[in-house]
């Protein structure tokens, strides 16, 4: 499937995560919804209040089931506003979701809910993770141990925070010093907590130096990680650059050396993706603005064919149509 499509076309659902159980590909994407808010860098404009699942058996010629809404911001007993980017893992019988949502204070925090099921419906916990802050929480189970990579600039929060803290001043790097990283975290054996402090997330030039704040390649959100032939991929994108890029490395913690653009600028100013292999090919799942005529606030999920070379570096796939 060279051509990329769009998955739901009768409504906006973006930041997709995608994870195949028992042979079906689940799809778990954010749901965009008109806010009339005027955007800026807080991501206000932002008006993300519930999940739908999506599942099928045919990504390329099926159709997908739409289970519907599985958590809404009012199921939740902590909840301020802004559902944003989830993900899904399954550990024994129980499926468990990581959502960022405000707080009451209007501080992203990451909770988790459960279900016996991969479609929901979903039960969150009564209070956050303890010791979470900023955004896009994604995971990887890896040897029976499951790792949460989060966080995101900007409206994502994560500049008000160092080793974990919370700053009097939010802080952005600029120029040549080390880049913000995204943070990486094992999961307690329950799941519900962190078994430990997150780390960063090094992403480091061939040479070995970590990524700068002024590299066109740097983290800013968006975090997924898979593994393909042993190694592991850490994607992300750059933000206002908007390219999805990744990095390789040798465990789940890094550090991650850059290798390249998984995808060129769409339309639209996010971008926010999965990668997920299903029935023996590879799939990048990804958002933009077509549909909705350019508005970054209501996007659109779609999908196409992910490819590697010989040396297991990913084609770079163009973000936009060419004429």
Partial sequence: MKTPKYLVPNDYMADPAVHVFDGK??????????????????????????YHVFSTDDIENGELTDHGVVLAVED??????????CDVARKGDTYYMYFPLKD?????????????????PFKPEADPIRGSYSIDPAILEDDGAYYMYFG????????????NKALEAAYLPEGDEQALPARVVRLSEDMVQFAE???????????GK???????????????????????????STGDKHELCYAIGDNPYG?????????????????????????????????DSVPSGGLTWLRSMKVVELEYDAEGRILTLEGTEKA
Avoid at 152 to 163: A, P, S, T, V
Avoid at 219 to 227: G, Q, V
Avoid at 260 to 280: D, Q, R, S
Wanted: no cysteine; glycine share 8%; aromatic share 18%.
């Fill in 25 to 50: 590909l689940y799809i778990y994407p954010s749901h965009d919804w008109e806010s009339g808010v005027a955007e800026n860098d807080n991501g206000d404009h932002f008006n993300m209040k519930d």
């Fill in 197 to 207: 402090e997150p780390r960063p997330v090094v992403i480091i030039d061939a040479e």
């Fill in 210 to 236: 970590p990524l700068t704040a002024d590299d066109p390649h740097r983290f800013f959100e968006a975090s997924w990680m898979h593994k393909y032939n042993g190694k592991y991929y850490f994607s992300y």
């Fill in 152 to 163: 995101g600039l900007w409206g994502g929060q994560l500049q008000r925070y160092k080793d």
């Fill in 76 to 85: 939740i007993p902590w909840a301020g506003r802004q559902l944003w980017d």
């Fill in 255 to 287: 550090p991650f050396t850059y290798q390249g653009v998984i995808l060129t600028p769409v339309v639209g100013w996010t971008t926010h993706h999965a990668i997920a292999e299903f029935k023996g090919k590879w799939y990048l799942f990804h958002h």
């Fill in 104 to 120: 009451k204070n209007d501080i992203f925090r990451i909770g988790v809910a459960t279900s016996k099921n991969p479609y929901g």
